[in-house]
């Protein structure tokens, strides 16, 4: 059987490892990387004979056969044996440090890296759970040593000095009867089970108490452990009646740049066990929390195959307990299994339905990841002195920072040379959507920031790139500067030597009045061409091309002092364009509506997918067109369409510019 077992375990981590089985959530800081697959680790701890049972004759039914390694007599064959191998095997002569020491310890340091780690103690009722979580006193179990040591671990990482300021919060609730109760306050009620954006699961109005010491610890755990739901049975005096989830949050937060944030959760989790009613003798209120339990174990059963099966569909949402459980079976935790069985021979059934279960939880697959954030510190407003504002702005100002930043007239105000402006201070003026690109970039990154580190830690040869292109768009700005103060200077001295022409100049050149409204007409026949384009054509000697051409067009004034509106002469400017280049692009156009394919129609101004395949359907059936306006003959393509998409490609087309094959 263990060699079936392990068979299975390595393909299922093979198909998982190749094709991305299971689910996958990256970090903000990880984006792009896939992160490497963790499998459930599964520890068998087997309790000892209690209640004077080890001086019977009664052999036990389970031997455990090395440290990973237990087998399981058949109750009605001895003969024969059923072996099982896991990650551990702790023998009923084991302690509680060597369980903590061997299986959860190990799984502590993850938290620091701002990854989630679950524990989970699985078993039947009286095989030892509770004690295995919690202990005693003299033997304390999994829950007091691990927060004793990660508060110890938090310490030394968040000292003066180090790089992370960390902080630990701990909640503690119960599912009982498919209720959510916080342990801390009992008096909140049924609580509600969320999951954010990022599938992270939360639990709103869950109470939240930081801790700094163990004692803070004890003062808050062991009243609210008080607050736990028990009863007695035939098998146990104090019998677990619910499921108990102890949440540990760990916070970090950089202390320099790029001031990134982590959080790391720790489950420890204390199940119910699996229930016989008729051993344990439940009746009435014992009987119905015997059936809550034993739904939400069966629904944890029907999940773990789920994943392992690879099914569409794994049921979490079917109980509260695999609500919570998601990210710890099949999800992004470090997940420790710690199955309890017990050796008497009348507890066989039972023993031999955890062993299974804990075979089949050891081949789920988790993906774990780091849950880290970066917040970029905001952008510390550049101070003006009084008599840098005007009065008017002087009186409105609540403070100087607010008027600072609502003052249109500071962004070119003189920055005092005692005040430096930080990097990203002086990318504000940037395009935003270049600007988060970089903070994508940086955060992909990850570096480690360090004190005077530029925020923006980009590869010399992405920087000098963008460097590169902010200098170009620079100097574009300026070349058109240039142009239309030419184009002012021109008109001024047309102005000096025609008087009488003074309103010919173009509009957009005169500073409009405040009050003042235009209203755009459009121009019949016109055709917008590029700037670029522009330039290139009139700097080519065989293409005549003239760009700017007045002619008077009439316009309707409505007044309120006449009775009919009146027309008045206004001088426009419109586009000119060559018959000879209006042919040459008409006649590409028809070459590409009878050669080009599909894909190469596309390329196309106002021609999309639809329209491509229709002008193809329509080729095949007519055969080619003989002339442009015989596009408007497919199906869909109306007369206003076909002006409007000569408008868009004739000039393109006509000026060179690469739209399909020539």
Known sequence: MDAGVSGRLRRREMAATTSGAGRCRLSKVGAGRRPPPARVRVAVRLRPFVDGAAGTSEPPCVRGIDSCSLEVANWRNYQETLKYQFDAFYGERSSQQDIYAGSVQPILRHLLEGQN??????????????HTMLGSPEQPGVIPRALMDLLQLTR???AEGRPW?????MSYLEIYQEKVLDLLDPASGDLVIREDCRGNILIPGLTQKPITSFSDFERHFLPASGNRTVGATRL?????RSHAVLLVKVDQQERLAPFRQREGKLYLIDLAGSEDNRRTGNQGLRLKESGAINTSLFVLGKVVDALNQGLPRVPYRDSKLTRLLQDSLGGSAHSILIANIAPERRFYLDTVSALNFAARSKEVINRP??????????????KLSQKELGPSEAKRARGPEEEDIGNPESVGAPVPATQKLSPLQKLSNMDPAMLERLLSLDRLLGSQGSQGTPLLNTPKRERMVLIKTVEEKNLEIERLKMKQKELEAKMLAQEAVDPKKENCSPTVLRPLSRRTVTVAEPLKKAVVMPLQLIQEQTASPNTEIHILKKRGLKRK???SDVSEPVEKAEDCWELH?????LAHGRQKILNLLNEGSARDLRSLQRIGQKKAQLIVGWRELH????QVEDLERVEGISAKQLESFLKANILGLAAGQRCGPS
């Open 623 to 626: 055969g080619p067109f003989s």
């Open 577 to 581: 364009v060559s018959p000879e280049l």
């Open 236 to 240: 146990n005096q104090r019998s677990s």
């Open 165 to 169: 300021n960390l902080s630990v919060t």
């Open 557 to 559: 004034l409505d007044s």
């Open 117 to 130: 780690a679950s524990v989970l103690a699985y078993g039947p009722t009286g095989a030892g759970k509770t």
């Open 369 to 382: 990841f780091t849950n880290e954030s970066l917040q970029p510190p905001a952008l510390a407003p550049v």
């Open 156 to 158: 030394e990482e968040g």
